[in-house]
């Protein structure tokens, strides 16, 4: 009976999304303890950079784990016990869409400065010039984002609905929302890629700043949905709610 008992809690314990993320947070400790018994690579002449076996370990780990703490993390505000429960999340209205995005692009540069003073130290990159050049490239790269960004935000929140429910299916044809929602599925997917980087390379600020913008872009897409939703089912002499 103690053993029936136990098979039927194990699998019910292992379909919970905190649990899920206490096995990773596991999995990236171990990968990370795995990494202090590899002896680091040396400098010397021949050897310019001590990126090796130990210093992969100890990025991917300390990737994978706070990735995990977050969804824990995220589980603990929202509330999420299963993947199911996911549908039940509501976004923030339109003002705390600006702030998160705009909070979030602010704190890239101190995150790469963290990441690259890191590097630096470990000897990733050798020498200090070999440092500079990616560090002025995405410091560029963040100037233009930050008007760009506040840009976009403009016109996605501008015929909007929020708030509303994160993760929604569309149910209107409108051809302008299908437009949306093909901009809204190249951004995700370029954040998702970014956000599988900075696990795998151990970029371990960058990972929630990357999480919020993907919040943030699923949260643009229901807000176009629900206006586009309620739009359809509205009479056209009746005025839509926009406001969030």
């Not at 699998?11 to 990773?24: F, Y």
């Not at 039940?88 to 990441?115: D, H």
């Not at 003073?117 to 010039?129: E, L, P, Y």
Request: proline residues 4%.
């Amino acid at each position: 009976m103690e053993n029936q008992r136990w098979c039927g809690v194990f699998p019910q314990s292992v379909g919970d999304c905190r649990v899920q993320s206490v096995i990773l947070i596991g999995v990236g400790g171990v990968l990370w303890g795995l990494s202090r018994f590899i002896a680091p690579l040396e400098l010397s002449e021949t050897i310019t950079s001590t990126v090796g076996l130990r210093t992969y370990l100890m990025d991917l780990g300390g990737g994978i784990a706070m990735f995990a703490a977050l969804c824990l993390l995220a589980c603990w505000i929202f509330k999420i016990q299963k993947a199911k429960d996911l549908k039940r999340i509501v976004t923030q209205g339109k003002a705390m869409q600006y702030l998160l995005a705009n909070a979030a692009t602010l704190c890239i540069l101190p995150a790469m400065l963290w990441y690259y003073w890191m590097c630096g130290k470990r000897g990733d990159f050798g020498t200090s010039d070999a440092i500079i050049i990616p560090m002025m490239t995405q410091l560029v790269w963040i100037m233009i984002w930050l008007p760009l960004s506040n840009l976009f935000l403009f016109l996605s929140l501008r015929r909007s609905v929020l708030p509303a429910s994160l993760l929604v299916r569309t149910t209107s044809s409108a051809v302008t929302l299908k437009g949306w929602n093909i901009v809204y599925a190249l951004c995700l997917g370029i954040m998702l890629l970014l956000l599988l980087r900075s696990i795998v390379f151990g970029s371990l600020f960058e990972i929630p700043i990357l999480m919020v913008f993907i919040y943030v872009l699923l949260s643009l897409r229901a807000g176009k949905i629900a206006y586009y939703t309620q739009k359809s089912a509205t009479p056209k002499d009746t005025p839509l709610s926009v406001e969030g």
